[in-house]
């Protein structure tokens, strides 16, 4: 059969761009026609917009339509485009150079986490039959001369359909283009080509930046020396934990009972992210430059919380149960818990968050210095949720336990999503009954705060990682939490009970950098009174603004 059939390298450009324009972006033309009037208008418009995609497939197409090159780009164009379409229909996500970013610096069990039989089917059928056709596709090819003229014949061609639609249909796409930015995020494949663009180019970016210092005036405050006792600061960072779930925060279901009762606990309840994933939110918090101005090249090129932290004389040590601290813990002191061999904690392939807390009393009985200790959790981190907790806490039924949420009901999932957040009220309630037994001989204090929140479901979006504009609310209103012992509060000056009567102010993870220097006392130019939340409610504050 294929030895009866072949094709000049144009016919296959063009044919190459119908079939990457229809088969791999129908998550595009579902919410392209989701957008537009359901009349004559709307269609004409949904055939304009896909005219104008064509002409430019076609285009770039024809520049790269020569022997021994032709076959490999698309073969390699059809096997990425597979998997991309597949998690763009299954979660509704969008491809950008942060998306990219979050899916390089993941890890073995997220990736896992991931895998699926219907992914398979995709690859098979949407990449892997039509690679194995392209190649078995006889392509005549001309003597170079003629082969220069096809192709430029093809390139003026599409060009000019562009501008014929372009021209014909100017207000229409022009108001689409300006009111939908989305829309260039959801055209496969030049979403992932071009974040992978951004992506190699922030990295080489980076690697050409030698690293910048930041805080390294940073010291302790005067009011150190009036401590009787070492202090012990637990910032907890949650995974995918949004607000809208955890019962201390309004939800319908009692989903942190522990928390509840945990006397000096205080939850804030507008608090918002600087991203919607964790290679963004992560380096954002412990960055000095807050959202409007987070720049991730800079970010890893640069010294962050941790670094000032540990340039005042404070111990600081991470502890991560996931996948790194996308850079923020590079010159601190570091333990990866996510592969111990724990039999009762470690089961599956990964471990759960209570690991976080294995030997912290040793930890705590061996503190020669204050000391500032990062919990990195796994959280609530999907799609299989139920992975992330034991089986004793599965407390919402029935649940979804397959990483393919779209075969699962709405309700299996908030299930299984809510089951996580027992979990977290757990671990975070015995690690304050942890800080509040040794109250007595260490000033100890928790802030927690997740990453990022979490669609489940709402608008057919799942997971996270959409475009912060576009994203809705679930993915960015995050937990936040703080507990301190009495010695703690005495010594840093904190007024809790003040504290309380702000858990309504809006805060985000701009605040994060200059709170943490604000409670813990400690004095550099870098730190900004106004983003410190804690300031109001402590007594001593110009000792801390003061220099």
């Not at 202090?231 to 607000?243: D, F, W």
């Not at 818990?337 to 294995?358: A, M």
């Not at 204050?370 to 992975?387: E, I, T």
Request: net charge neutral; with cysteine; hydrophobic share 45%.
């Amino acid at each position: 059969m294929f030895k009866r059939i072949s094709l000049r390298p144009e016919s296959l450009a063009f044919l190459s761009g119908l079939l990457l324009l229809s088969l791999y972006n129908l998550p595009l033309w579902q919410h392209l026609f989701s957008i537009v009037p359901a009349d004559a208008g709307g269609l004409g418009m949904g055939m304009a917009f896909g005219a104008l995609v064509l002409a430019v497939f076609t285009f770039v197409l024809a520049l790269v339509s020569f022997r021994w090159v032709f076959k490999p780009v698309l073969i390699l164009l059809f096997l990425v485009s597979s998997g991309v379409t597949y998690f763009m229909s299954q979660y509704g996500v969008m491809i950008d150079a942060n998306m990219l970013r979050n899916v390089a610096e993941t890890d073995v069990n997220e990736v896992r986490d991931l895998l699926s039989f219907k992914l398979l089917l995709f690859i098979l059928i949407l990449g892997v039959l039509p690679s194995w056709l392209l190649w078995k596709l006889p392509v005549r090819h001309q003597p170079l001369r003629r082969e220069l003229l096809g192709k430029l014949a093809l390139a003026a061609g599409s060009v000019a359909l562009l501008g014929v639609v372009a021209l014909t249909n100017y207000q229409g796409l022009a108001s689409l283009f300006r009111n939908h930015h989305e829309l260039r995020l959801l055209v496969v494949p030049s979403n992932y080509l071009n974040a992978s663009y951004g992506y190699l180019r922030e990295q080489l970016a980076v690697a050409k930046e030698p690293l910048h210092q930041i805080g390294t005036d940073a010291r302790k405050a005067a009011a150190w020396k009036d401590h009787q006792r070492k202090s012990l600061t637990v910032l907890v960072i949650g995974e995918s934990a949004r607000a809208e779930n955890f019962g201390i925060l309004g939800y319908g279901r009692d989903t942190t009972p522990l928390l509840k009762g945990q006397q000096g606990v205080t939850a804030f309840r507008n608090v918002r992210s600087c991203g919607t994933e964790t290679a963004v939110s992560v380096p954002c918090m412990f960055s000095n430059m807050g959202r409007g101005t987070y720049d991730a090249a800079q970010a890893r090129s640069q010294e962050g919380l941790l670094d000032v932290l540990k340039h005042a004389g404070l111990a600081v040590t991470w502890r991560d149960n996931q996948s790194g601290c996308k850079g923020t813990c590079d010159r601190v002191g570091q333990e990866n818990l996510s592969h111990q061999k724990d039999p009762v904690l470690c089961s599956g392939g990964e471990c759960h968050d209570e690991i976080l807390l294995k030997d912290l009393q040793a930890y705590i009985d061996n503190l020669k210095d204050d000391a500032v200790l990062v919990l990195h959790q796994m959280g609530s981190h999907g799609p299989d949720y139920a992975k992330r907790y034991p089986k004793r806490f599965e407390k919402f039924t029935p649940v979804c336990d397959s990483a393919a949420l779209n075969d699962c009901s709405q309700q299996s999932i908030i299930n299984a999503y809510d089951n996580t957040l027992v979990y977290t009220d757990y671990v975070l309630s015995k690690l304050v009954d942890l800080l509040r037994k040794n109250q007595d001989k260490v000033d100890t204090a928790m802030l927690y705060i997740a990453d990022h929140g979490e669609s489940l479901g709402e608008y057919n979006l799942f997971l996270h990682g959409t475009p912060y504009m576009l994203a809705p609310d679930q993915q960015k209103h995050v937990a936040m939490l703080t507990w301190f012992s009495d010695s703690y509060r005495k010594d840093f000056a904190l007024d809790t009970g003040c504290l309380g009567k702000e858990r309504d102010k809006p805060l985000s993870q701009d605040n994060f950098f200059h709170s943490v220097l604000g409670l813990l006392q400690v004095q550099t130019d870098e730190y900004k009174e106004g983003l410190d939340l804690f300031a109001p409610c402590r007594a001593d504050g110009a000792a801390v603004a003061g220099i």
